[in-house]
């Protein structure tokens, strides 16, 4: 029997393998923008806010300029930026 054979429920060290990197332990990764903030991204208040529309039955559509459309039964509105389209919902009453 060779001595590198490892008996079935035996225990195995934990050992990192050779040249491993960042042997010092666990760390946080701060970069993921989903978890963590970054200062001018809107992307929740976004989504929360057409979500709202959307239940109110209005669909909005955003161009690639960041402008908006929002429609409903044939007429639509045009929302040159976020604050217009936050304006416009509460003039709706979707949102106070």
């Excluded at 989903?34 to 208040?45: E, I, P, R, S």
């Excluded at 639509?76 to 930026?81: E, G, H, I, S």
Aim: glycine letters at 8%; hydrophobic letters at 40%.
């Amino acid at each position: 029997m060779s001595t590198n054979t490892i008996k079935v429920g035996a225990s195995v060290p934990n050992e990192k393998a050779p040249g491993a990197i960042n042997t010092e332990g666990l760390t946080t990764d701060t970069t993921n923008d989903l978890n963590f903030a970054t200062g001018t991204q809107h992307g929740k208040a976004l989504a929360t806010l057409i979500a709202q529309l959307a239940i109110a039955g209005h669909a909005v559509h955003i161009s690639q300029h960041g402008d908006f459309l929002v429609c409903k039964y044939n007429w639509a509105r045009y929302c040159k930026d976020f604050d217009a389209l936050q304006a416009f919902a509460r003039q709706l009453g979707v949102t106070q």
